[in-house]
């Protein structure tokens, strides 16, 4: 049976998804007692059907705000998920559109929880009577993400490409120029130092990393022994980043299989809103200097989804 909520209680939502619908059902806890007050559910378009998983949970958050406005607007919702949402929703580097939806959402008193199990059995019989498919069971929790990186160094371009993936599928991009002169070597390790600093913003514990670079792969794993001067300094800041990890694994792959590392490394991202720009080697400087720009409306938007602020 739904019930209306009362007015100024805290509601929670909770996002269920499938290969072709999405769906949330929104709820009011009393006193360890979940009454469910509306459901919903949407059929995915052929294109909504190729998103990953996050961003299907995403997107059924944005359905349900844009349907179930009132609440939204009058009540805090607490979304009840085990998947990083907060985390891809507050990242600038996400797609374009991600960053506005998390624009449209950043209007209401939206916060997340862990999941636990559902507490009451008349919400688990409500979500089985009216889901098209039964909400997944979460994906075990490896909990460990991929990161394909890759270094040019030529007359054309000097650059860095970073593709980072979550374990549910989200796909983060980032492209690096460098505007100082690199061997091939160096640049394919500021590439390295530059995906796993951009993990480590993600909050990211677990990795397993692949280049397509067998020299800095193999000096990482200490397989070759490194006796350039310029490559050890490079080596000493790589291990000190890779010890921040709980988790981390650097395996060698072959070009085909990190094409879109290398083009980003070439070819940079420029519709970009934070192509990264790096004046000097990553070990002489620690702090780097994102592309000039003019001030942008958006900044302040932005400022918000890095800090919360």
């Known amino acids: ?22 769906s949330a059902v929104l709820l009011e806890d009393e ?15 052929d294109t909504e059907s190729r998103y990953p998983t996050l961003e299907k949970l995403a997107l059924a958050l944005l359905i349900a705000a844009r349907k179930l406005r009132p609440y939204f607007q009058s009540h805090t ?19 374009g559109r ?17 999941r636990t199990a559902i507490k009451a059995q008349a919400l688990a019989d409500f979500v089985a009577e009216f889901s098209m498919t039964e909400l997944p ?3 075990a929790a490896t909990n460990f993400w991929s990161l394909h990186v890759d270094g ?18 989200a796909v983060l991009h980032q492209a690096v120029t460098l505007q100082f002169k690199t061997t091939n070597n160096q640049a394919e390790y500021e590439a390295l ?16 990393v692949f280049s397509d670079s067998l020299l800095v792969v193999n000096q990482v794993n200490r397989t070759f022994e490194t006796k350039d001067e310029v490559l050890k300094k490079y080596l000493h800041q790589a291990k000190s980043l890779i010890a921040l990890f709980e988790d981390f694994s650097l395996t060698h792959v072959p070009r085909e299989e990190n094409k879109v590392a290398d083009r980003l490394a070439k070819e940079g991202l420029p519709n970009s809103r934070r192509t990264q720009v790096f004046e000097k080697p990553s070990f002489e400087c620690a702090e780097t200097s994102s592309e000039e720009r003019s001030p942008c409306w958006m900044d302040r ?3 918000y989804l890095k800090s919360g602020i």
């Open 1 to 22: 049976m739904l019930v209306a909520p009362k007015e100024g209680t805290i509601l929670s939502l909770y996002l269920g998804v499938s290969d072709t619908a999405v």
């Open 193 to 208: 130092i530059a995906g796993l600093k951009f993990a480590l913003s993600m909050a990211v514990k677990r990795i397993q």
């Open 31 to 45: 006193v360890g007692v979940q009454h469910p007050i509306f459901y919903i559910s949407h059929i995915l378009l």
């Open 98 to 114: 991600l960053l506005k939806w998390s624009i449209e959402l950043g209007e209401y008193d939206v916060r997340f929880v862990p």
């Open 77 to 95: 919702i607490r979304v009840v998920t085990d998947q990083p949402l907060l985390k891809i929703l507050h990242t600038p580097d996400v797609s």
């Open 137 to 139: 069971p979460p994906r």
């Open 301 to 303: 938007i932005l400022d």
């Open 152 to 169: 040019a160094s030529g007359s054309q371009s000097q650059g860095a490409g970073i593709l980072l993936t979550s374990p549910m599928g």
